[in-house]
């Protein structure tokens, strides 16, 4: 399982840690990804962190958000920092066997979602 938190409402400019808790699979076997889904729009990738320490950003969010694991306890973060309004969405982490980008395709499981809203 995965299940993001984390989430909340926040002024732009602001920020917020999301966190991903695993359990039930091999975490290091596996890259986890974060994903966001805003009312009307596609799925996209926002951030991947490979098995080999590789992390991968989302043009429009490198150099504000940061991507982080914690192989002892099975987690994964993400750090978003200076947000703005185009980030509000519903935020997925998941579960992939590799990242070789933001790409939504390869995932396959995901976790439920925590919302951020993001104020102007």
């Known amino acids: 399982q995965l299940q993001a938190s984390g989430g909340g409402l926040v002024q732009a400019g602001g920020s917020l840690r999301l966190s991903c808790a695993t359990s039930g699979f091999s975490f290091d076997d596996y890259a986890i990804g974060w994903f966001r889904q805003a009312p009307g729009k596609e799925r996209e990738g926002v951030s991947c962190n490979s098995r080999d320490t590789i992390n991968y950003y989302s043009d429009s969010v490198k150099g504000r958000f940061t991507i982080s694991r914690d192989d002892a306890k099975k987690m994964v973060y993400l750090e978003m920092n200076n947000l703005e309004p185009e980030d509000t969405a519903v935020y997925y982490c998941?579960?992939?066997?590799?990242?070789?980008?933001?790409?939504?395709?390869?995932?396959?499981?995901w976790g439920k979602g925590t919302q951020v809203t993001v104020s102007s």
């Open positions: 998941a579960r992939k066997w590799i990242c070789l980008g933001t790409e939504v395709d390869g995932v396959d499981y």
